[in-house]
């Protein structure tokens, strides 16, 4: 990686007398040109309930950076929510937000020359931004969590955000009041902080404290309680003890780390955008990481935490039984974590969690023992066939039925989908086929959170599958495959899917076969052509245009000169 460290000479000598003058106006005095210059990265945002808690953060991690003797800097990044964009053509810019954030913190931290960088987030793709920001300027940086939100209430029961989703199919099938929608509704997100089940959210932000670039024990905390400002002022005081030692995030983002990340994942049962974005930073990272990875670790580490979607606890609830360090000392134990990779801290993994309990605490049912595990492999299979010859990604626990094999109901956008799916056209044994919705057709790979929830809201979770190069949210259970590659606008198998074909789904083969005779396949794809791109401007223009496979993390960056430097 290149090295990207802020010049010290900007603070001395007359040539940066001008430099200097710009920083007085905003606060520096003479003594502050000799500190370390710690960039702050506030994604504090009213927009949604993820990020609206991170300002008090961000202040509290400047006050603490300067208690440390660092002039800290604060500049603000971008969100956007994927559950108030969700079913809309909004959504589509979700993922690219990810590439947003990624492109305006390195721009800050390469242009300003600055010395570390905390970076703060709460919305999905707050993390992995973040962190393939992070990760491209490789200077001493540290990952802060904006915190999870707390359960909703009603009737007896925990809710999270997907439950308002569920409760459109459950109300649009009979088996639920206009009222008691409305009361799912209204308690559903009661205050700050990210969706409260192990979704995208607090999926990423446990695996960057499996990878070392969070604090242990901060990517599980609650967005309104005291301990999350603490997070921030310890997390400041460590990233300055990172900028004098000089360990940069290229020490923590080893081939080791990843391999920790998905282990942590597979045993939290986190969501399949964890797939995704890991394969990102990893590119960045420039560590060689594919899905067949993904696979092979799914295959050795069971899931040991019972929490939503599929299961039944909330994200504050973990957190109080021991949380994320919990689980990663019981994979230590079991040879399923490397406990030598260093983190930021200057200690490594095993120095951190080694003094926990090698078994969770007995009087909990959220965390099982490991020889109890929820189920003996992971949750996040890797599917191929001649509907995915690149792969795609399954979510396979909570689900009764891991075989399906059924007449394609075929739809080329999300919203024929729902439609259809409200409308009472889809029936047990279909599996509903939603394309043109990847990372250039959508473009932005939509998670597909409303069709997939009122399929569970019609009562036919288990017996419809679904597939899509699109995503899915983290809040997304059933027999459902995303990331599927080549995407159709590639014109990848799943273009040529017809109405009726018969496709099947095979959890335990990690199989994804159309079931069409070569032939007439290829007939069809003579037959395919590419279609208009939808946006021809902006920022989803660009993205459709950069774009890679889902297999590769959809990224925007993958070596963008490889094939000229192959041709030459």
């Known amino acids: 990686m ?79 929510s994927d559950g108030i964009s969700m079913g809309t053509e909004g959504m589509k810019y979700s993922l690219v937000s990810r590439e947003v954030i990624a492109d305006s913190i390195e ?47 009603y009737k007896g029961e925990d809710l999270t955000v997907v439950s308002a989703f569920e409760a459109v199919g459950q109300y649009n099938a009979g088996k639920l009041s206009e009222a008691d929608l409305q009361g799912v509704e209204r308690n559903a997100c009661p205050g700050a902080g990210s969706c409260g089940g192990m979704f995208t959210a607090n999926t990423m932000s446990s695996a960057f404290e499996a ?47 990843f391999e920790n990340a998905l282990a942590v994942v597979m045993a939290v049962g986190g969501s399949t955008n964890a797939v995704l974005h890991l394969l990102a930073i990893a590119n960045t990272a420039e560590v060689p990481l594919t899905i067949d990875d993904v696979e092979a670790i799914r295959r050795k580490v069971p899931v040991l935490c019972d929490l939503k979607p599929s299961g039944r606890f909330v994200t504050s609830q973990f957190h109080a039984v021991g949380g994320t360090p919990q689980v990663m000392r019981m994979l230590l134990e079991h040879g399923l974590l490397h406990g030598d990779c260093m983190t930021i801290t200057g200690q490594t993994i095993e120095q951190l969690i080694g003094h926990l309990p090698a078994e969770p605490p007995a009087d909990q049912e959220i965390i099982r023992p490991f020889d109890q595990p929820l189920y003996p492999q992971g949750h996040l299979a890797i599917l191929r066939g001649n509907l995915a010859s690149e792969g795609a990604v399954a979510k396979v626990t909570g689900i009764k039925q891991r075989q399906i094999t059924g007449p394609a109901r075929v ?47 019609k009562g036919l979770g288990d017996s419809v599958g679904l597939i899509t190069d699109g995503r899915f949210s983290g809040g ?32 335990d083969a990690n199989r994804l076969e159309l079931l069409v005779e ?9 037959a395919w052509q590419q279609p208009q791109p939808r946006y021809r401007r902006g920022v989803l223009a660009k993205y459709a245009r950069l774009a890679a496979s889902a297999s590769r993390g959809a990224v925007t960056d993958a070596d963008l000169f490889a094939d000229e430097e192959s041709r030459s």
């Open 211 to 257: 990878m070392g670039m969070s604090l242990m024990r901060s990517s599980t905390v609650s967005a309104e309680d005291d301990e999350a400002g603490e997070v921030a002022a310890a997390a400041a005081k460590v990233l300055m003890d990172a900028v004098h030692h000089d360990r940069r995030p290229s020490q923590m983002l080893t081939r080791k780390a």
């Open 107 to 153: 721009t800050v931290g390469g242009g300003q020359r600055l010395d570390g960088i905390l970076a703060t987030g709460g919305c999905d793709k707050n993390m992995p931004g973040a962190m393939i920001a992070l990760a491209r300027l490789d200077i001493p940086s540290i990952f802060v969590y904006g915190g999870t939100i707390k359960p909703g209430h």
């Open 411 to 457: 739809f080329d956008s999300e919203e024929e989908c729902l439609e259809a799916i409200l409308a009472d056209r889809i029936e047990a044994g279909d599996v509903v086929v939603i394309r043109y919705e990847g990372p250039k057709g959508g473009p932005g790979m939509r998670e597909m959170l409303a069709p997939t929830s009122a399929i569970i809201g």
């Open 476 to 507: 997304t259970y059933g027999m459902v495959v995303g990331h599927v590659a080549p995407e159709a606008f590639d014109g990848g198998t799943i273009a040529l899917v017809e109405e009726g074909d018969s496709i099947t789904i095979d959890a």
């Open 2 to 80: 290149a090295d990207n460290r802020r010049s010290r000479t900007i603070t001395h000598g007359v040539a940066r007398t001008p430099n200097r003058a710009m920083l007085r106006a905003v606060g520096f005095t003479d003594a502050d040109f000799d500190k370390p210059i710690i960039g702050v990265g506030n994604a504090h945002s009213t927009i949604t309930p993820c990020n609206v808690g991170i300002g008090p953060m961000a202040e509290r991690a400047a006050e603490a950076l300067r208690e440390a003797g660092a002039m800290p800097v604060t500049f603000g990044t971008i969100t956007i």
């Open 518 to 526: 070569e032939s007439e396949l290829a007939r069809r794809r003579a």
